[in-house]
C-alpha cells in the first residue's frame, strides 16, 4: 500500500502527516517519526491529505468538532482497545487514565494506558490530550509536550 507523507503548519507547530488513498495513517510531531515511515512513501499530495489539512485546520480554527477523515491504525490489542475508548470521549471533555483503563477492559492498567497513549499514531483525531490524572493533573503528552495537551484542551474548553 502506498504511503502519502507531507508536513502541515498548525497552531501546534510543525505537524507531519502520512496517509494511504483511503485513510489517516499517522500525525507526528517530529521530523524522526516522519522520516521512519518505511521505503514505500510519495510527498504528493493525494485526495485523503487533503481532506486530512481540510479537517485539522477546521479544527483548529474552532469550526469542526468531529473529524470526517477515515482512519487506519495497527497497534497491540490493548493499544487498539485504549484508543477506540480514547475515540470515545466526547469533545469538550476529560476523563482520567483509570476510566480508559476501565473503558479497554483492563481497571489495572492505568500505566498502560499512558504508555498507549504515549504510542497513539493519530493524535489530535484520536484525543489523547482528553486524558488527565485522577487527581485533575494533566500529565505528560506525545513526548511530554504540556504546552500542546494545554492548548488542544482550551481549543474545546476556552475558559
Not at 51 to 62: E, I, P, R, T, Y
Request: glycine share 8%; proline share 5%; hydrophobic share 45%.
Amino acid at each position: 500500500m502506498q504511503l502519502y507523507v507531507n508536513e502541515m503548519e498548525s497552531p501546534l507547530g510543525k505537524l507531519y502527516l502520512g496517509v494511504s488513498e483511503v485513510a489517516v495513517k499517522y500525525i507526528a510531531y517530529d521530523e524522526a517519526s516522519f522520516l521512519d515511515v518505511g521505503a514505500d512513501f510519495s510527498v504528493e499530495e493525494n485526495e485523503m491529505m487533503r481532506q486530512l489539512k481540510v479537517d485539522l485546520q477546521a479544527f483548529f480554527d474552532g469550526a469542526i468538532q468531529t473529524f470526517t477523515v477515515p482512519l487506519e491504525v495497527s497497534g497491540t490489542d490493548f493499544q487498539m482497545r485504549v484508543w477506540q475508548a480514547l475515540q470515545e470521549i466526547p469533545y469538550g471533555e476529560v476523563v482520567s487514565y483509570k476510566e480508559i483503563a476501565e473503558a479497554a477492559g483492563s481497571p489495572k492498567a492505568v500505566r498502560a494506558v499512558g504508555q498507549a497513549n504515549r504510542a497513539n499514531p493519530i493524535p489530535i483525531i484520536i484525543p489523547c490530550h482528553r486524558v488527565i490524572q485522577a487527581g485533575g493533573k494533566l500529565g505528560g503528552y506525545n513526548g511530554d509536550d504540556v504546552d500542546r495537551k494545554i492548548w488542544l484542551l482550551n481549543r474545546e474548553m476556552p475558559f
